[in-house]
Nanobody, 121 residues
Framework: VQLVESGGGLVQAGGSLRLSCAAS????????MNWYRQAPGKQRELVAT???????NYADSVKGRFTISRDSAKNTGYLQMNSLKPEDTAVYYC????????????????WGQGTQVTVSS
């Protein structure tokens, strides 16, 4: 299973970006998809979560500005980021808990390679 993020870049404060996370491989289902971020010199932090049932949860620092969503048919997740602030600057990572199509099926966490988001003031 591979996760590939895209959509990062440089944006001015107040701007928007939409990150995508495309999962491929022997996927039966994606139970949970998360977005994490890691700023230089800081620990990786959980930004947003979406379950297979569509329930979402957000870090307090992004509530009301970020929206997580998923397209289960495409095995793709998204993070819409609005009203971006310089403190949102970080490498953003997609993480997914995947149930494989193998026999027996395996539940395993996978990570993408990360995408850089830089917000200028």
């Amino acid at each position: 299973v591979q996760l590939v993020e895209s959509g990062g870049g440089l944006v001015q404060a107040g701007g928007s970006l939409r990150l995508s996370c495309a999962a491929s491989g022997s996927i039966f289902s994606i139970n949970v998809m998360n977005w994490y971020r890691q700023a230089p010199g800081k620990q990786r932090e959980l930004v947003a979560t979406i379950t297979s049932g569509g329930s979402t949860n957000y870090a307090d620092s992004v509530k009301g500005r970020f929206t997580i969503s998923r397209d289960s048919a495409k095995n793709t997740g998204y993070l819409q980021m609005n009203s971006l602030k310089p403190e949102d600057t970080a490498v953003y990572y997609c993480n997914a808990r995947v149930l494989s199509t193998s026999t027996p099926p395996l539940l395993f966490d996978y990570w993408g390679q990360g995408t850089q988001v830089t917000v200028s003031s």
